[in-house]
């Protein structure tokens, strides 16, 4: 397995490099591609470890709290973060509110999913304060704005997570001690998520899906296909308030 200091130390030269001011968006695009591979390839890698020895890996939870506004938007988001990883969330719900989500997966999967969570929800918050929608849709309520742009940001990121994963995987030419392929212990890996996930969750109803009004998706959309996969020093930090 590389080394875990060596991997972040990629990550952190290829993010400095894609918000180098002097490269293009295609370029900085790329590089971000990049990172992203690189820190799913480390949970592929992971993975691989616990299947030869099952000690090193098991499945928790992570209970991850939410505060308003938008926390059913950070709910998603946090979701939108843990599928790609081979984990499941359930969402508590307070009203019309939603105060928490617990994650569900396996130890390495959860630790990637919340420093992930937190690295974006803190970035999504930084451009959510300045964001307004613009004046030629007609009047639109800054909320309702940035409720859809939220939305966009959590696409983003679940696409470009879930690319980077498949490319992880495709890549990975190692086996296990057996000789079983990356894909069936991801698989196998997955099965023991759900079931266990079944076990204790199975008897919850999904949440119905809503109606949102706002123009945002497409600046957010943007912003989520931009935004830096560093999770490096956050591990500390608490989880910004997202401004009304």
């Known amino acids: 397995m590389p080394d875990h200091d060596a991997l ?3 990550v952190r030269k290829l993010l400095a490099k894609a918000e180098d001011p002097a490269v293009t968006e295609a370029e900085a695009e790329l590089y971000n591609t990049k990172a992203a591979e690189l820190i799913a390839r480390y949970g592929i ?7 030869d020895d099952h000690t090193s890996d098991e499945v928790a939870t992570v209970r991850v709290r939410l505060d308003n506004p938008y926390s059913r938007d950070k709910a998603e988001l946090m979701s939108s ?3 790609p990883l081979r984990c499941r969330t359930v969402f508590h719900q307070l009203g019309k509110s939603v105060s928490a989500v ?3 997966g396996y130890r390495s999967d959860l630790e990637r999913a919340e420093l992930l969570f937190t690295s974006l929800l803190l970035q999504a918050g930084t451009q959510l304060t300045r964001v307004r929608p613009d004046s030629w849709w007609g ?3 800054v909320s309702a704005y940035r409720r859809t742009w939220l939305h966009g ?7 470009r997570l879930a690319e980077a994963e498949r490319r992880a995987v495709a890549d990975h030419t190692a086996t296990t001690a057996a000789g079983r392929p990356t894909d069936l212990v991801l698989r196998d890996r997955k099965a023991v998520v759900d079931q266990a996930y079944a076990e204790q969750f199975g008897g919850l109803r999904t949440m119905g899906r809503r109606k949102l009004s706002g123009s945002g998706y497409s600046d957010g959309h943007h912003a989520g296909q931009r935004a830096s996969l560093d999770t490096t020093g956050l591990r500390e930090r608490a989880s910004p308030r997202l401004g009304p």
């Not at 890698?45 to 299947?51: E, G, P, Q, T």
């Open 8 to 10: 972040l130390a990629r």
């Open 45 to 51: 890698d992971r993975a691989m470890l616990a299947a």
């Open 81 to 83: 973060i843990a599928q």
């Open 102 to 104: 617990t994650v569900f």
């Open 139 to 141: 009047y639109e309520s």
């Open 153 to 159: 940001f959590s696409v983003a990121v679940h696409r």
